[in-house]
């Protein structure tokens, strides 16, 4: 058997027909930039999120940077933000001129650690960019409740958390704004790079738009500089198209989660992920701790499975982040996961025999 780490041609295979006539109607149509299909996402989205504002622009990354510059967040600032990630909820903070601070993740669960927030707020935090890391909700009420009494702009990071829940309510609804991407491979994936933000706040979602929009609103009414972040009216039709499918996929990705689980769950070398309590995980990512990681990976591939690493290196251990002169084993929970994590292949489109396969080649690797 040859198991890819994920399969979008599956999908296009799912999706009758649908995506060669958007493709051709956008070519006749020749609104590239700002076409119908734009609005018509917006709105769909906000829709079946609360009815906050959805502000479409070109990348997840862009989604965080224009949200914490319209915020005001700047030279001097420090941001708090987790240590395992990806790149793109750290490096946004930088590219505002502010300094992102690290704070280690919960080792149950993997997302920002509430009880390591407190000793890392000085007089300078402004804000805090929480990442549902892998599908799974933060634990949104703690970090809440210091950022109200902190006074701290929330920032969710929905990237890889297209409708997970915490007591019934959806990701992006918790903070002041929320950024989601729709990288090709992410929950709700576009055919190219395309992200969005969201809040309910009116005079935010007003200058997020401008902002990204070369600082109007109108044609040549130019308020401020901002910059060009938008979304393809292409990229805004094929994810309207595959919208309506965004649950039923999310299900499928928790059934196959739950299966991979349960077949695990008599392997003492590896540990399957927690979820967290009234909350709804959607399995961006399967990733299990396992031991001996790098030849479990070897030997999973010899056997036709890809498998990746989410993530290589906790973002402190970064080249990138060098300068802020963090040492080796600071990041106690991160630093352990680098080396230990390891993600399976899972997208709604796996077949469950799949599963059984890659379970019985993961239990025949510690047999050895
Ligand atoms: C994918 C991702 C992003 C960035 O999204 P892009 O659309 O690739 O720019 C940000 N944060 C996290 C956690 C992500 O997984």
Request: net charge negative; charged share 20%; aromatic share 10%.
């Amino acid at each position: 058997m040859k198991i890819p780490f994920i399969d979008l041609k599956r999908q296009y295979d799912s999706l009758p027909g649908a995506v060669n006539d958007v493709f051709s109607d956008i070519i006749t149509n020749s609104s590239f930039v700002y076409g119908q299909a734009v609005q018509e996402f917006e709105s769909s989205f906000s829709k079946k999120l609360d009815n906050f504002h959805t502000i479409s622009c070109a990348s997840g990354t862009d989604a965080i940077f224009v949200a914490l510059k319209c915020l005001g967040i700047g030279a001097g600032d420090e941001v708090l933000t987790p240590a395992f990630s990806w790149i793109s909820s750290a490096e946004t903070i930088s590219l505002c001129h502010a300094r992102p601070v690290f704070v280690d993740v919960d080792p149950d669960y993997y997302t920002l650690d509430p009880a390591r927030i407190e000793k890392c707020i000085t007089r300078k935090t402004k804000a805090i960019v929480v990442v549902h890391l892998y599908g799974q909700m933060a634990q949104m009420d703690q970090i809440m409740e210091l950022c109200e009494r902190y006074r701290l702009f929330l920032i969710e990071d929905c990237a890889q958390a297209h409708m997970s829940r915490l007591k019934g309510k959806v990701a992006g609804t918790f903070g002041h704004v929320a950024a989601f991407s729709f990288y090709p491979t992410k929950n709700l994936g576009a055919y190219g790079d395309a992200g969005c933000v969201l809040t309910s706040d009116d005079q935010l979602a007003e200058r997020i738009r401008r902002f990204a929009n070369h600082g109007a609103l109108q044609k040549n009414d130019h308020l401020i500089e901002g910059m060009n972040s938008r979304m393809d009216t292409l990229q805004a039709a094929f994810l309207l198209m595959k919208l309506p499918f965004l649950d039923a996929w999310n299900e499928s990705r928790r059934e196959h989660a739950s299966l991979y689980s349960s077949l695990l769950s008599d392997i003492p070398e590896v540990r399957t992920p927690s979820v967290l309590v009234d909350s709804v995980h959607t399995f961006h990512i399967y990733a299990l701790r396992a031991r001996d990681r790098d030849s479990l990976q070897q030997f999973l591939l010899e056997n036709g499975i890809q498998t990746l690493i989410h993530y290589p290196k906790a973002l402190p251990n970064l080249k990138a982040y060098r300068l802020l002169g963090h040492r080796p084993g600071e990041f106690e929970v991160a630093g352990a996961m680098e080396k230990d994590v390891l993600s399976l292949p899972i997208f709604p489109e796996l077949q469950t025999e799949e599963i059984h396969y890659i379970c019985q080649k993961i239990k025949a690797f510690y047999q050895k």
